[in-house]
């Protein structure tokens, strides 16, 4: 593959709900511009971008695949990003790297939530963008329906239709090309005229087409009015900066299975869509100070790792997307945020998982490396004497967890490195270990996103892992002032062991302990305090209503004896801890739960149901609001009863709808929940 300056690259992003077809049309473009010599099926397991055990298996998209197509003297990185929402991150990542997005969406069931998640993520990110309304030769697909649902997307663009569809369902033959006023059949090489039957509707979209290619230039505008006829070129010049200002949405239809309709959208994506050297300037850290960058490959290096892999032949991928600067093969570059040089080996395109060697990467260019051994995803690589650091984009919080245990004594030795770089590949991922309750907690975006990781870790790092339903972090604490004393005795015919502890317990407002000596006139020597001190430590680990951990806790140390030669810190220690277990028992102890707040967007028809569903969870709801027919509700529910709610509010929307979900505060158990769970904590036969 040969070389391409700036402004001769595309980086288009595909995206929409799973299942609009995005990985069939790339297909398709791959086959009719000669990069492959025949078409994989999804269905087969047989295409470009879905070659990963896991995609095939499943038959869907679990991971942006890169598809480099050379077209008309340009090249057009198109980005086959997953469409199910539990991968949301490989969609987010795409979007980040790309001037562009082709937004599809599926003639039968029209716009998804999927599609409004990716439609918000493309205005969050201010990109150009088309519509296509994919699998036209589906029975019961329906354009004009289709076309119609869009508007529930925004009420601030205007969407065009800039073709038109040749028949419907299986009479599907191609496009009517509204730019040139000709009938495009099948994958569209060839022209013909318009049928007869579409001239009328042909010329009525066509009309609507000028006006808006009108609007995007002044000059063409004043042209318009005066009644000038625009020919096709100054009609997509005009249309291009309309679309780049994102005031109007242009509209295509295609069968990415038959491939119909390919081209004459790979000649909208070189002409309507802006190169890297058109998109506006990012912003990038050089030393503390905010800098802009073009995509010029006179400016200075700034490559961005967009996202890493494990490759089990090569080892390590590292996805970079030149902002600025040349990269070139062999060379050492500069890691800003690790603080290290890289010296990289050959630069390689990938084709799905073809590795093609390159010599230099262009600004604007995406490309992979091999075997770097510190650059992680969202780092810069760039020059040291003018280190960059490039923004990266915000992803959503995690919503389901599990707690992972090792099957094999060999494989715990293993897992924490294995979950750190399964996160460091997907930065929707994250693992942590809970202090609480010893478990080992994987987070991510879904079970089937959780249960992707865990496949991978097994089939590419031979880790076995298994999962069960984490424990709720519940925490222990007080609610008034408290006190004890405990005597610690012991004789055993040599050297005892004596300690008395006096101790006053109170809540404690802000910070989680504190630990004080109110002892005067050496009562205790004041060597023997940190004893008492990890005494009470000991205890607040493993709290004293149901195993949690106690916080917010002031302790004082009010009095106390102590004997010349039976005293020892081990028996200050065992005075420590059961004073304390006393004085908090007598400081009316709570049991405290996490609160997640929710964010919920589902269908108005589905409201009544999420609204009642959540009651049962013992949730509040702080507000409700509607936007585009949808119902936006906002609730505080218990962490202990929403731990599977992304699977439960798919079930019960149909898949429409979906939430996001961040941690808010601790508040009290109520009483019913907190003796069932300090009964369950308590050993057989232990009624206290």
């Not at 340009?74 to 987010?92: C, Q, S």
């Not at 205005?123 to 329906?142: C, G, Q, T």
């Not at 031979?462 to 609610?479: D, F, S, W």
């Not at 010349?564 to 028992?585: C, H, M, N, Q, Y």
Request: aromatic share 6%.
């Amino acid at each position: 593959m040969k070389e391409y300056a700036t402004e001769k690259l595309r980086n288009i992003a595909f995206v929409s709900h799973g299942g609009a077809g995005k990985t069939s049309l790339g297909e398709a473009m791959l086959h009719h511009t000669g990069a492959v010599t025949r078409m994989g099926k999804v269905e087969e397991g047989n295409s470009v971008s879905d070659f990963e055990d896991e995609e095939i298996r499943r038959r869907q998209s679990l991971s942006t695949s890169i598809l480099p197509i050379e077209f008309q003297d340009h090249k057009i990185n198109v980005l086959d990003t997953p469409g199910f929402m539990d991968f949301v991150g490989e969609a987010i990542s795409a979007l980040w790297v790309s001037e562009g997005a082709v937004l599809l969406v599926d003639s039968v069931a029209g716009v998804e939530v999927g599609t409004e998640v990716m439609w918000g993520y493309c205005e969050e990110y201010a990109l150009p963008r088309i519509v296509v309304i994919s699998k036209m030769d589906r029975d019961n697909a329906n354009f004009k329906r289709a076309l119609a649902a869009l508007g529930s997307l925004s009420r601030d663009v205007t969407f065009i239709p800039v073709q038109l569809p040749w028949g419907e369902k299986r009479a599907f033959k191609g496009v009517i090309d509204l730019f040139k006023m000709v009938a495009r059949p099948k994958e569209g090489k060839s022209e013909e005229p318009i049928p007869e039957d579409l001239a009328d509707a042909a010329e009525e979209a066509r009309i609507a087409l000028i006006e808006a290619a009108a609007e995007g230039d002044d000059a063409l505008l004043e042209k318009y009015l005066e009644g000038e006829q625009l020919s096709a070129d100054e009609i997509a010049l005009g249309f291009r900066q309309a679309v780049w200002s994102r005031t109007f949405i242009p509209v295509f239809a295609s069968a990415g299975t038959v491939g119909t309709g390919t081209i004459p959208l790979l000649e909208a994506m070189v002409q309507l869509l802006p190169s890297p050297a058109d998109a506006p300037a990012r912003s990038a850290d050089s030393k503390g100070e905010e800098v802009e960058i073009r995509g010029s490959d006179t400016g200075p290096l700034a490559a961005y790792v967009w996202k890493t892999t494990a490759d089990p032949f090569v080892g390590r991928l590292t996805y970079l997307r030149v902002f600025s600067g040349t990269l070139s093969s062999d060379s050492r570059v500069w890691n800003q945020i690790r603080r290290e040089e890289e010296r990289l080996g050959t630069l390689q395109l990938l084709r799905g998982k073809e590795q093609i060697p390159a010599k230099n990467l262009h600004a604007g260019d995406i490309g992979v490396i091999a075997k770097l051994g510190k650059t992680e995803t969202r780092d810069t690589l760039s020059e040291k004497t003018a280190a960059l650091t490039v923004g990266s984009p915000s992803y959503p919080g995690a919503l389901y967890s599990v707690a992972v245990v090792p099957k094999t004594q060999a494989d715990a030795a293993k897992i924490s490195s294995v979950l750190t770089r399964l996160s460091e590949e997907d930065p929707t991922l994250s693992w942590h270990q809970e202090a609480s309750t010893n478990q080992t907690i994987l987070q991510g975006m879904g079970d089937q996103h959780i249960d992707v990781a865990i496949r991978k870790a097994e089939a590419k790092f031979q880790v076995g892992i298994e999962t069960e339903v984490p424990q709720v972090p519940y925490r222990e604490t007080i609610t008034k002032v408290g006190s004890s004393q405990y005597r610690h005795k012991k004789q055993t015919g040599g050297s005892g062991q004596f300690a008395e502890v006096h101790m006053r317990v109170e809540p404690l407002e802000s910070g989680e302990f504190e630990f004080v000596s109110e002892v005067f006139g050496g009562r205790i020597s004041s060597g023997y305090m940190p004893a008492i001190e990890k005494g009470v430590r000991g205890v607040m680990k493993g709290g004293v209503l149901s195993g949690h951990p106690i916080e917010k806790v002031r302790v004082a140390i009010t009095d106390g004896k102590e004997h010349p030669v039976d005293s020892k810190a081990i028996a200050f220690e065992t005075a420590g801890r059961e004073a304390f277990k006393l004085a908090v028992r007598d400081a009316g102890p709570v049991m405290l739960e996490p609160i997640v707040e929710l964010r919920i967007t589902v269908p108005e028809a589905n409201m009544g149901d999420v609204m009642g569903d959540l009651n049962t969870r013992r949730a509040r709801v702080q507000g409700a609001d509607s936007e585009r027919g949808r119902s936006i509700i906002t609730a505080h529910a218990p962490l202990a009863e929403v731990q599977r709610y992304t699977t439960h509010l798919r079930s019960m929307t149909g898949g429409r709808g979906f939430f996001t979900m961040e941690f808010s505060h601790y508040e009290n158990v109520p009483l019913h929940v907190a003796e069932e769970l300090i009964a369950a904590a308590a050993p057989d036969g232990d009624e206290d």
